[in-house]
């Protein structure tokens, strides 16, 4: 895994190296085994490499002069070996035994559709000379990052913003709609940022410059459920399996130990089994947790250590661990941390880092295979109160639903006229009304009341899955955009520590396979009387309780891990911060959300964010410190990252971070 970077002057001069060498020193963590530049001219091309296949080769910025054709790259093409066959079949000639060279033949031979072969996940430039053109290109689901945006008469591209920070022409000025996106969905959610002028290569996009015009076209897009014969639970069941267990075997290969995150949930515990069931030697395996009770699952981890035969190692963090590192992450990440456990998965990947370089992780399970059941079953809610508008009128419905006797109850719900706006009621760790609530005015004026973010997931109720069953439009719409802000996470306090995070269950062959599942496949009533019973209650208390999540995955961990494993409800690896919150958390919150600094921002209102921390909401699953926690991220990155820059236009290297 690696970090990228580089420059296009549109005018023509010739771009510093000076420059573009410091923007690719910032992303040295990606990278700590090797670097290089290349220039010609207006084109600058560079790379930080962390060595995973073919160590002594495979160094970048790579090129073939002949083509005058240049890349840089991150990521791991899994199928390379398949594609090099091919390509010698064609008629190319390899120097090397790097997927980094496939990657440069397949440019050649395919042109900008090359990515439609790979298997994989990257984020990669090519310049080609011949066409005078810049092509940037991020896998389809968007495991690795590529970010670019203008910066005078030039192009700048990068893995991360901190390499934009050291050009000495970048403005580094927040954009609230990314704000306001991240405080109620914990991302800048599709094509928004958080950096005002800065791009996304969305999933599955090649975005080409060329005279000076720029287009973004895509090569992939994420399928929407159609409706198929249902062939059975053992034949879903044994394609999947067979489909997971190839993805794990590809996500192996490397020249350097790998190990896998186990947290002892089914998930992580299937992909270690599968790799334990593929390895030639031991596999180690690690896991993170506080020491607050109940908030750990090292037992669990261990027990299916035990079980697989892997060697597993057990982290337990402190309260004093999580506040030592937060606000350093925050500088690292450019970016407020979107998940409270980041913390804890940087701190667990840096002590990986020194057993194994690669780790396989289970990202993407719950998004494919329905596990989110609290949400994913709010369909069931949705159908309902479309059957009860349909019979009282939307007049009279809307009227109830209103009405603050019915406030916080199911009876609320009846005011949504579409399933996108009850979706919104279901899916938030801020509801938009509290947020907005807690905003000036003006910065309410500058989100339009989140017009940007809505419009991302209304495009996809209303226009790319209107037709689908509304479980499916769900499970569509966590899989097009909550993944995202999980693999960003990854890929981030990752590539932290130099450890490269791979994601067998994010395997776009295995993705077009489950899709199409049907949905009671992945998630199930236990019983016709179960199915009834769910009439009288909401998706919230029925989950896990009237029906059975990840139906196809608990299925292979029956024949994989210990019973109690794959039957286990989800934990989520939460971070116990209302504990923290009636302690030395609210004080940290109250110093930094009303100090003077905070309040000249002008995103809050103090006495809206006084009453708040004064007040605490008596919520499950630690939403109301997510919630404080959250503004905190918010007010630590604009001093941490945006006053930065503000303060030295040399943009210094971030606040250290200790393992």
Same mark, same amino acid.
């Given at each position: 895994?690696?970090?990228?970077?580089?420059?296009?002057?549109?005018?023509?001069?010739?771009?510093?190296?000076?420059?573009?060498?410091?923007?690719?020193?910032?992303?040295?963590?990606?990278?700590?085994?090797?670097?290089?530049?290349?220039?010609?001219?207006?084109?600058?091309?560079?790379?930080?490499?962390?060595?995973? +296949?073919?160590?002594?080769?495979?160094?970048? &910025?790579?090129?073939?002069?002949?083509?005058?054709?240049?890349?840089? =790259?991150?990521?791991?093409?899994?199928?390379?070996?398949?594609?090099?066959?091919?390509?010698?079949?064609?008629?190319?000639?390899?120097?090397?035994?790097?997927?980094?060279?496939?990657?440069?033949?397949?440019?050649?031979?395919?042109?900008?559709?090359?990515?439609?072969?790979?298997?994989?996940?990257? !984020?990669?430039?090519?310049?080609?000379?011949?066409?005078?053109?810049?092509?940037?290109?991020?896998?389809?689901?968007?495991?690795? &990052?590529?970010?670019?945006?203008?910066?005078?008469?030039? #192009?700048?591209?990068?893995?991360?913003?901190?390499?934009?920070?050291?050009?000495?022409?970048?403005?580094? /000025?927040?954009? @609230?709609?990314?704000?306001?996106? =991240?405080?109620?969905?914990?991302?800048?959610?599709?094509?928004?940022?958080?950096?005002?002028?800065?791009?996304?290569?969305? &999933?599955?996009?090649?975005?080409?410059?060329?005279?000076?015009?720029?287009?973004?076209?895509?090569?992939?897009?994420?399928?929407?459920? /159609?409706?198929?014969?249902?062939?059975?639970?053992?034949?879903?069941?044994?394609?999947?399996?067979?489909?997971?267990?190839?993805?794990?075997?590809?996500?192996?290969?490397?020249?350097?130990?790998?190990?896998?995150?186990?947290? !002892?949930?089914?998930?992580?515990?299937?992909?270690?089994?599968?790799?334990?069931?593929?390895?030639?030697?031991?596999?180690?395996?690690?896991?993170?947790?506080?020491?607050?009770?109940?908030?750990?699952?090292?037992?669990?981890?261990?027990?299916?250590?035990?079980? #697989?035969?892997?060697?597993?190692?057990?982290? #337990?963090?402190?309260?004093?661990?999580?506040?030592?590192?937060?606000?350093?992450?925050?500088?690292?990440?450019?970016? &407020?941390?979107?998940?409270?456990? /980041?913390?804890? @998965?940087?701190?667990?990947?840096?002590?990986?880092?020194?057993?194994?370089?690669?780790?396989?992780? *289970?990202?993407?399970?719950?998004?494919?295979? !329905?596990?989110?059941?609290?949400?994913?079953?709010?369909?069931?809610?949705?159908?309902?109160?479309?059957?009860?508008?349909?019979?009282?009128?939307?007049?009279?419905?809307?009227?109830?639903?209103?009405?603050?006797?019915?406030?916080?109850?199911?009876?609320?719900?009846?005011?949504?006229?579409?399933?996108?706006?009850?979706?919104?009621?279901?899916?938030?760790?801020?509801?938009?009304?509290?947020?907005?609530?807690?905003?000036?005015?003006?910065?309410?004026?500058?989100?339009?009341?989140?017009?940007?973010?809505?419009?991302?997931?209304?495009?996809?109720?209303?226009?790319?899955?209107?037709?689908?069953?509304?479980?499916?439009?769900?499970?569509?719409?966590?899989?097009?955009?909550?993944?995202?802000?999980?693999?960003?996470?990854?890929?981030?306090?990752?590539?932290?520590?130099?450890?490269?995070?791979?994601?067998?269950?994010?395997?776009?062959?295995?993705?077009?396979?489950?899709?199409?599942?049907?949905?009671?496949?992945?998630?199930?009533?236990?019983?016709?009387?179960?199915?009834?019973?769910?009439?009288?209650?909401?998706?919230?208390?029925?989950?896990?309780?009237?029906?059975?999540?990840?139906?196809?995955?608990?299925?292979?961990?029956?024949?994989?891990?210990?019973?109690?494993?794959?039957?286990?409800?989800?934990?989520?690896?939460?971070?116990?911060?209302?504990?923290?919150?009636?302690?030395?958390?609210? *004080?940290?919150?109250?110093?930094?959300?009303?100090?003077?600094?905070?309040?000249?921002?002008?995103?809050?209102?103090?006495?809206?964010?006084?009453?708040?921390?004064?007040?605490?909401?008596?919520?499950?699953?630690?939403?109301?410190?997510?919630?404080?926690?959250?503004?905190?991220?918010?007010?630590?990155?604009?001093?941490?990252? +945006?006053?930065?820059?503000?303060?030295?236009?040399?943009?210094?290297?971030?606040?250290?971070?200790?393992?």
């Amino acid at each position: 895994m690696c970090g990228i970077t580089g420059l296009l002057d549109l005018s023509g001069k010739p771009v510093d190296a000076g420059v573009l060498g410091r923007m690719c020193e910032i992303l040295a963590h990606r990278g700590p085994d090797d670097s290089g530049v290349w220039t010609d001219g207006p084109i600058g091309l560079a790379h930080r490499r962390l060595s995973i +296949i073919d160590l002594k080769d495979g160094q970048q &910025p790579m090129a073939d002069a002949q083509a005058q054709v240049v890349v840089t =790259y991150n990521g791991e093409i899994y199928n390379f070996q398949e594609l090099r066959a091919e390509l010698e079949g064609l008629g190319h000639v390899f120097r090397t035994r790097s997927d980094t060279e496939v990657l440069l033949k397949s440019y050649l031979q395919w042109g900008e559709d090359l990515a439609t072969r790979f298997n994989g996940m990257f !984020g990669f430039a090519v310049w080609d000379g011949a066409e005078k053109k810049l092509i940037l290109v991020r896998d389809r689901l968007g495991i690795k &990052p590529v970010y670019w945006t203008r910066i005078g008469d030039q #192009i700048a591209f990068a893995s991360e913003n901190k390499a934009f920070m050291r050009h000495p022409g970048f403005v580094a /000025e927040a954009d @609230l709609d990314g704000i306001s996106s =991240y405080l109620t969905f914990r991302q800048a959610v599709f094509d928004i940022t958080f950096f005002k002028g800065v791009n996304k290569v969305l &999933p599955g996009h090649v975005v080409t410059f060329k005279d000076g015009d720029v287009r973004s076209r895509a090569y992939w897009t994420l399928p929407v459920p /159609e409706p198929k014969e249902d062939r059975g639970q053992a034949y879903y069941l044994e394609e999947a399996e067979e489909l997971l267990s190839r993805a794990v075997k590809r996500r192996m290969i490397a020249d350097v130990p790998v190990g896998a995150y186990l947290s !002892g949930g089914v998930d992580s515990s299937v992909i270690a089994a599968l790799m334990v069931r593929h390895a030639q030697s031991p596999v180690k395996t690690f896991s993170v947790g506080y020491i607050e009770e109940g908030y750990d699952e090292g037992d669990y981890a261990q027990a299916v250590a035990d079980h #697989i035969g892997s060697e597993h190692e057990h982290l #337990i963090l402190k309260q004093e661990d999580y506040f030592d590192n937060w606000r350093g992450l925050i500088s690292q990440n450019d970016i &407020p941390l979107s998940i409270p456990h /980041e913390v804890a @998965l940087y701190q667990l990947s840096a002590h990986m880092k020194t057993k194994v370089t690669v780790a396989l992780s *289970g990202e993407g399970a719950d998004e494919l295979f !329905g596990g989110y059941g609290r949400v994913q079953r709010s369909p069931m809610d949705w159908k309902k109160i479309a059957a009860a508008r349909a019979v009282l009128g939307g007049r009279l419905a809307g009227w109830i639903g209103n009405r603050e006797v019915f406030k916080d109850t199911a009876w609320s719900w009846l005011r949504h006229a579409s399933h996108l706006d009850h979706f919104f009621d279901c899916y938030n760790w801020m509801p938009f009304e509290e947020k907005w609530s807690l905003m000036t005015p003006d910065a309410l004026r500058q989100i339009d009341t989140d017009a940007r973010t809505i419009g991302v997931f209304r495009k996809i109720f209303e226009d790319d899955a209107a037709n689908a069953d509304p479980y499916d439009r769900v499970l569509h719409t966590f899989q097009k955009i909550h993944l995202g802000g999980l693999l960003d996470r990854l890929d981030m306090m990752s590539m932290a520590s130099g450890l490269e995070a791979r994601v067998p269950f994010v395997d776009h062959e295995l993705i077009e396979f489950m899709v199409h599942v049907p949905r009671h496949h992945k998630m199930k009533w236990k019983s016709p009387l179960h199915k009834v019973r769910a009439l009288f209650h909401s998706s919230f208390t029925a989950s896990e309780w009237l029906d059975v999540n990840k139906v196809l995955i608990r299925k292979m961990g029956e024949k994989l891990v210990p019973p109690e494993i794959a039957r286990r409800k989800k934990l989520g690896f939460p971070t116990p911060l209302d504990s923290w919150m009636q302690g030395r958390m609210r *004080g940290i919150a109250q110093d930094l959300l009303l100090d003077q600094t905070a309040r000249e921002r002008g995103i809050f209102i103090p006495e809206k964010v006084e009453a708040m921390l004064a007040n605490r909401q008596d919520l499950p699953y630690d939403f109301y410190g997510k919630k404080v926690w959250m503004m905190m991220n918010v007010e630590l990155w604009f001093r941490e990252v +945006i006053g930065a820059r503000k303060n030295d236009s040399a943009a210094a290297q971030p606040a250290a971070v200790t393992a």
